[in-house]
Each structure stands twice: as C-alpha cells, then as structure tokens.
C-alpha cells in the first residue's frame, strides 16, 4: 500500500490561489490513478479531481472545473492540486488518494493521505 503525505496547505483570501502537493511513496507511483477529495465541515468527503496513470486523463468536480489542475510528476513522486480563484465554498480539509478501485471510475481509492486544510476568508 503506498503511503502518502499532503503540504501546501494554509489560509488564503478569496480570489486567492494555493498549490497542494502530495509526495508517494513506492516505486510503482507511475502505475497508480491518483485524485484529490475535499471535506468541508460537517459534510461528507467529495470528489474535486483525479488523473489516471499512462495517459493521465485528468476529470474535475463541476464545482473546480477551469480553476484547480491537477497534475503530476512521476519522477519526484507527486502529485499537485493547482487552485486558482479560491472561494470560501472551496474551505476544506484536503485528501490526497492513489491506486483507484477497479471499475470506480476513479472515484473510489484504496490510499489516503492525513489530510491538508485549506481555509479561504472572503
């Protein structure tokens, strides 16, 4: 199972931008799905990005599509989560995942990070 840690978190004004990154660790990262799942207070975790591995489609969440990108750098390990045009809605604590469950579509992970908080003050 890969073990995975989350930086890059922090508070920042709205309209603001962040970059959170996700380190891997395992000599098969290139070989995962890897995705991004934010976790608002008081509500259940949900889907914000994923990018498969080979090609690296990447899919959003409506609410972040043309604001977040997520990439990723298989030499060095990581995954990113480029967000842009933050809005208080998008104050979450935020996951990193890998190595999707078959047939999820990635939306299912078998790997979590501890989590990352973002917070956005309008």
Avoid: H
């Avoid at 889907?47 to 899919?59: D, I, K, L, P």
């Amino acid at each position: 199972q890969v073990q995975l840690v989350e930086s890059g978190g922090g508070w920042v004004q709205a309209g603001g931008s962040l970059r959170l990154s996700c380190a891997a660790s395992g000599r098969t990262f290139s070989t995962y799905d890897m995705g991004w799942f934010g976790q608002a207070p008081g509500k259940e975790r949900e889907f914000v990005a994923a990018m498969s591995w080979g090609v690296g489609t990447t899919y959003y969440a409506d609410s972040v599509y043309g604001r977040f990108i997520i990439s990723r750098d298989n030499v060095r390990n990581t995954v990113y989560l480029q967000m842009n045009s933050l809005k208080p809605e998008d104050t979450a604590v935020y996951y990193c995942a890998a190595d999707s469950v078959p047939g999820s579509r990635l939306r299912y992970f078998k790997s979590w990070g501890p989590g990352t908080q973002v917070t956005v003050s309008s």
